[in-house]
């Protein structure tokens, strides 16, 4: 122990009798070197940094006028760097004076942008098209890529409609664009469109599972959303929501890297509904009976419901649980991750070997994944260039049952009885059809526990490729891509459950497989060249095949000897089994030419001619054309002098591009379908042909603008775009004597419009600290031009109508609390007296006014601190479940005056409730009577706008000559919080929910959606 302590004492030792030393000797040579750093046009650089190589932490910023002191050897070589401009390392030798001329950095003008099949330089586009670096997304603690992307864009609106671990996203680029069809976006990863649908055939409410969930985020290195119709066309009948295009990283050649990347961390509900206690539950019911008492005559006494239900309020032992702390948790969240990069000139390789494992905040939910990938590439000869990007993913996502079922595990805690416990005394759960309130159909917390519901999926996505250099100009690239899933559904409901047990089925369980295989083949030539006098040609010219094949099989049974045996083997009776498959076809032909003059006039053309295998013999290939203009007016010679503008670029484009997601394989054919007559199997006609039936075609115009400020330390994009939609896939309805109910046309019109900025500037860019920072907002109006029946009432809460968006909420309007009575004051819109359904009006819709995200990142020294702000404004949100914790001691099945039966607890915010006549209140005086309580009524709909505190991390990234000293080239450590804070008016668990994710026309409904999660990480980065 002593000798332990003896060594560092004399190292310490050491350095205070050597560093004086050294140190008088280095003063003993150094002198002052001084000087100015300027642009090439003599402009003075203020807040430029001037360093010493030797020693990162000697140096100094330039003022006002450019100038700098430093204090320098012969030997030391000073590193003089300004953002936006060429870093320059000079040798200062026997010079005194340093007078520096920073190069413009061209990189930057010239960054390479992913725009399908191909690249560009950024100066060069002149379509509209948004960035997402990887270091944006990195090591977010999310189950997906998309989910990564909310608030980083303008024009992009991603919403996480369920906090369930896995479950979908939804994202809209400048709108909704189709009633029936998918208004999702097509995803292109390393140059293959992807499957993003939803393949599980488990029913678990409204939502979705997501198929990008199969893929690690932290694979990517970079993301391009492509908006406008210049942009998407050379996607043709797939581009119309546009394309997100994704590029994993790939090795560099030098030296190998190997690196380990880890967080973990835990995760809670971002909001608790605060409801009642038992006491305050009890109070309520026996005002109820009171205010009845005032307004409609009856003689109850004022403990009426508690002496019927044989409790004392003031019973200090009076059981009271809090369901929604039952059934949620805190929970667990870790990722890890091994890679390895590298190669030599010819041949360059990147590899990762990932595992992910988030445990859900609600009982009986989780997502794990574990993903490899391998991408090649290398050099054949001088000629060919040969490459692979292989990627294999499983992943397994324990559900639950939630919105939009009776039997969800939210829903029925909404209206759980604190009165109820969890178990009885004998452990077995509670029944709650043995307490008080008709809404709780079981337990929740044994739907959470016990009922049993797995989606399992191996997904492998591989490409392999080969690009010949045909000449200096031009080379032709071919491909063979593979995008395989093998999905398996398995659901069991347990013996003990009241869905069991009301069936009489004694425990029942279905399984249920998918497998998708779709190939693509692709070949097209790019050519590149420049020729004298400015002008500059860059085309490509292609074909892409590409087929989907998909079975599906599907067995239930019940009547189960125990809840211990789970698997259909040992069931009593197959009550059904089934298999299935379909596939689908698309012949594609596409070019796109840009040209330039003097780097001033860039001009853009494309074109797909896309064939079908889902539309009719007549329709069946589309072309879908676009072109494009942008006028570099910085590069004029009436430019030259100015010292504002480093960027100024108008540009339009106009386009056509198609939808063909969201119908069936088989719409425009004519189908049969088996039946039997007589125990005999027949064919039965089961749809009409469709010889016309063809894509959704929309049409976009954007006008738009790229502004570069002071050296483009600030950037501005600003664009306005018109997007129509016609020939929408609906199904119009006939006349039953045909024997059918409908058919699938090509009707309907619809239409968004609107602005959307983008900014970014780096705002501080000292030698110690740095702050850059992006904000992007927008605004964009739907509507539905045309339909074949207007005013179509869609549910109880949605119509669709002409001259309103998608999501037009429809319900019974009231005009507040009277006052002096205390009940609602409702509106009698047809003026017949009676309160019923035909009052419903067009009350409000669930698309935001607009939306957006405030991004910030600042450095300091070896800190980072990133922080991400996303917000909407202006939508509405119809609060269903709030119809079900705030009844206000309605008895919708108790007799009132004998035995009444509440829908269940209620909300706090009843304790605002109306109790006396001069009361001004949004809430109603309670009742045991429905006289205030209308299910769907805007009583229910809320303000959804939010803002939330998406992101924020902090980080520390160790110096090199530390990292160099332990044997690492990178060390990184950080500290992340996700939905740290939301600040909005709504009264439920979360504004963003979705009960109907799948259906975007009856979007911004709540009733029992499982809610966002709060998550706090902590993570480590190494490279050696």
């Not at 977010?140 to 864009?153: E, N, T």
């Not at 539950?281 to 009856?298: E, H, P, V």
């Not at 780096?762 to 029946?789: C, H, K, M, P, Y």
């Not at 504004?991 to 009733?1007: H, I, K, M, T, W």
């Amino acid at each position: 122990m002593r000798s332990k302590l003896i060594q560092p004492l004399l190292f310490c030792t050491l350095l205070l009798v050597f560093v004086p030393l050294h140190a008088m000797e280095a003063n003993a040579q150094e002198r002052e070197v001084s000087g100015t750093v300027s642009t090439a046009t003599g402009e003075p650089l203020a807040g430029a940094t001037v360093r010493l190589a030797a020693d990162a932490e000697t140096g100094t910023v330039t003022d006002i006028d450019g100038y700098y002191s430093i204090s320098a050897t012969a030997d030391d070589v000073i590193i003089i760097s300004f953002i936006g401009y060429q870093t320059q390392e000079i040798l200062v030798g026997d010079r005194s004076t340093i007078n520096v001329v920073l190069q413009l950095d061209q990189q930057l003008l010239s960054e390479v942008v992913v725009v399908g099949y191909g690249v560009q330089t950024r100066s060069d586009l002149t379509g509209s098209i948004a960035s997402i670096s990887a270091d944006e997304i990195a090591n977010q603690p999310v189950a997906s890529l998309d989910a990564a992307l909310q608030g980083r864009a303008s024009g992009v609106f991603v919403s996480s409609p369920s906090g369930t671990p896995g479950a979908g996203i939804t994202i809209n680029i400048r709108g909704q664009t189709s009633l029936s069809a998918s208004s999702e976006p097509l995803y292109v990863i390393d140059g293959v469109p992807v499957i993003s649908e939803d393949l599980s055939g488990l029913f678990s409410g409204g939502q979705a599972t997501n198929s990008l969930a199969d893929l690690n985020p932290n694979d990517i290195a970079s993301i391009e959303i492509l908006k406008d119709a210049s942009a998407t066309a050379i996607y043709g009948s797939r581009g119309a929501n546009g394309v997100v295009l994704i590029t994993t990283k790939r090795g560099e050649a030098g030296q190998s890297n190997i690196g380990f990347n880890m967080y973990t961390g835990f995760q809670n509900i971002t909001n608790q509904i605060d409801m009642m206690s038992s006491q305050e539950f009890l109070g309520m019911m026996n005002d109820a009976a009171l205010q009845d008492n005032r307004d409609l005559g009856t003689d109850y006494s004022s403990t009426h419901v508690s002496d019927i239900w044989g409790f004392d309020p003031n019973d200090p032992d009076l059981q009271n649980t809090r369901w929604y702390d039952e059934i949620f948790r805190t929970s667990a969240v870790s990722n890890y991750e091994l890679t390895a990069s590298g190669g030599s000139e010819n041949t360059r390789y990147f590899t990762s070997l990932s595992y992910f494992d988030q445990e859900g905040v609600q009982f009986g939910t989780g997502f794990e994944r574990i993903s490899g990938r391998v991408n090649l590439d290398t050099k054949v000869t001088d000629w060919l260039d040969f490459g692979t990007n292989i990627t294999v993913n499983r992943t397994v996502q324990d559900r639950t049952i939630n919105d939009n079922s009776l039997y969800g595990v939210v829903i029925n805690t909404l209206a759980g009885d604190p009165l109820m416990p969890v178990y009885e005394a004998d452990g077995s759960y509670a029944d709650p059809f043995n307490y008080f309130g008709w809404w709780m159909l079981d337990n929740p917390l044994l739907i959470a526990n016990e009922y049993q519901r797995f989606t399992r999926t191996v997904r492998g996505l591989g490409t392999i490729f080969g690009v010949a250099t045909i000449t200096d100009q031009l080379s032709l690239r071919s491909s063979l891509s593979v995008d395989y899933t093998s999905l398996d559904d398995e659901a069991y409901t347990p013996i003990i459950s009241r869905e069991s047990v009301n069936a009489q089925r004694n425990g029942f369980g279905n399984f249920g497989t998918t497998q998708d295989f779709t190939w693509l083949i692709e070949n097209y030539l790019s050519y590149v060249n420049t020729f004298s006098g400015g002008h500059n040609v860059n085309a490509v010219l292609g074909t892409s095949f590409q087929q989907s094949n998909r079975n599906f099989s599907s067995i239930s049974a019940q009547g189960f000897p125990s809840d211990q045996f789970l698997k259909l083997s040992v069931a009593a009776q197959v009550t059904s089994a089934s298999t299935s498959g379909t596939s689908w076809g698309l012949a594609s032909y596409f070019f796109r030419g840009n040209y330039s003059f003097d780097d001033r006039y860039l001009f853009t053309t494309t074109g797909r001619l896309d064939g079908s295998s889902r539309f009719g013999d007549n329709f069946r290939y589309g072309f879908f054309p676009s072109a494009s203009v942008a006028w570099r007016i910085t590069n004029e010679s009436f430019m030259e002098n100015q010292r504002i503008f480093s960027e100024l670029k108008p540009r339009i484009s106009y386009g056509i591009t198609g939808n063909q997601e969201g119908i069936g394989n088989f719409a425009s054919r004519g189908l049969f379908g088996v039946s039997d007559y007589r125990a005999t199997p027949t064919l039965v006609p089961t749809q009409l042909s469709n010889a016309n039936l063809t894509w959704e075609s929309t049409r976009q115009l954007d006008v738009g603008i790229d502004i570069g400020l002071f050296d483009d330390r600030v950037n501005l994009s600003a664009d306005y775009f018109i997007k129509t939609t016609d020939d929408l896939l609906l199904n119009r309805l006939i006349p039953g004597i045909s024997g059918f109910s409908s058919v699938t046309e090509n009707i309907g019109k619809v239409e968004n419009k609107g602005f959307e900025f983008d900014i970014r500037g780096a705002i501080i860019s000292g030698r110690d600290l740095t702050w850059s920072s992006s904000f992007n907002i927008s605004f964009i109006r739907n509507e539905v031009l045309q339909l074949e029946v207007d005013r179509q009432v869609l549910n109880d809460s949605h119509i669709l109508a002409e001259g309103h968006p998608i999501g037009t909420f429809y319900l019974i309007d009231h005009e507040g609390v009277d006052p002096q009575t205390g009940n609602m004051l409702w509106i009698d819109e047809n003026g017949d007296g009676v309160i019923d359904s035909g009052d419903r009006r067009i009350v409000g819709n669930a698309q935001p006014d607009f939306y957006g995200g405030w991004g910030n990142s600042f450095t300091f020294k070896g800190f980072d601190l990133n922080m991400l702000f996303q917000f909407t404004y202006g939508n509405k949100i119809f609060n269903h479940s709030r119809a079900s914790y705030e009844n206000l001691g309605w008895s919708r099945i108790g007799i009132p005056g004998i035995f009444p039966l509440p829908d269940g607890n209620n909300h706090r915010l009843a304790n605002d409730r109306w109790m006396q006549p001069g009361d001004e209140t949004d809430i109603p005086r309670a009742s045991l009577t429905n006289k205030n309580w209308r299910e769907y009524s805007s009583r229910w709909l809320e303000d959804a706008s939010y803002l939330r505190l998406k992101t924020l991390t902090l980080g520390y990234n160790f110096s090199p000559e530390f990292t160099q000293r332990i044997g690492m080239r990178n060390l990184r450590l950080y500290m992340q919080g996700q939905n740290l804070l939301t600040f909005t008016n709504y009264t439920g668990l979360d504004p963003e929910v979705n009960q109907n994710a799948r259906n975007p026309l009856v979007a911004g409904s709540d009733f029992g959606t499982h809610p966002q999660v709060r998550t706090i990480s902590f993570g480590i980065n190494i490279e050696f």
